[in-house]
């Protein structure tokens, strides 16, 4: 599993609509050093082209985009929402919290996206990142280190 810099961590954000949060996921991953600034924007037109399938369950948004020279390592973000925000699913918003994801190669992808399916696989999970106050009840529920 990737590791979480607290700078890679927004908590209680405010984003007027799913566009500011999912930038707001892209600017933590940038802050971490994952990414460039372009990252974000390439997120924004995944969801653009290929609508709110990063809704992956009640709240939540796994924001990412494929590999690219804008990654610069793989890395992940976690931006909790003070407000939801609606991307459009039909089932699974509004959404509390965004994942940013960056990674190097396909193969890559695959991996980070099963092992965290398997901590998404408790339903608790979702709640317990939108009430985290601090970084490291984040990566406690992740089980993820810094």
């Keep these: ?31 971490s050093g994952a990414v460039t600034a372009e990252y974000a924007a390439r997120m ?9 399938y990063i809704v992956i369950a009640p709240g939540l948004a796994l924001a990412h985009a494929r590999p690219g020279d804008d990654v610069l390592k793989a890395g992940m973000s976690v931006v909790t929402l003070a407000e939801p925000v609606v991307f459009g699913h039909p089932y699974n918003d509004p959404v509390s919290v965004v994942l940013g994801l960056a990674v190097m190669t396909a193969d890559e ?17 979702i709640g317990q990142l939108a009430e985290a106050t601090t970084v490291d009840a984040v990566r406690a529920v992740l089980q993820v280190t810094q």
Aim: zero cysteines.
């Design 109 to 125: 992808h695959v991996g980070e996206i099963a092992e965290l399916a398997n901590v998404f696989n408790d339903p608790r999970v």
């Design 44 to 52: 924004v037109a995944m969801v653009e082209e290929f609508g709110a």
């Design 1 to 31: 599993m990737l590791d979480l810099p607290d700078s890679a961590v927004l908590l209680g954000a405010s984003a007027p609509d799913w566009q500011g949060a999912v930038l707001l996921a892209g600017a933590a991953l940038e802050a």
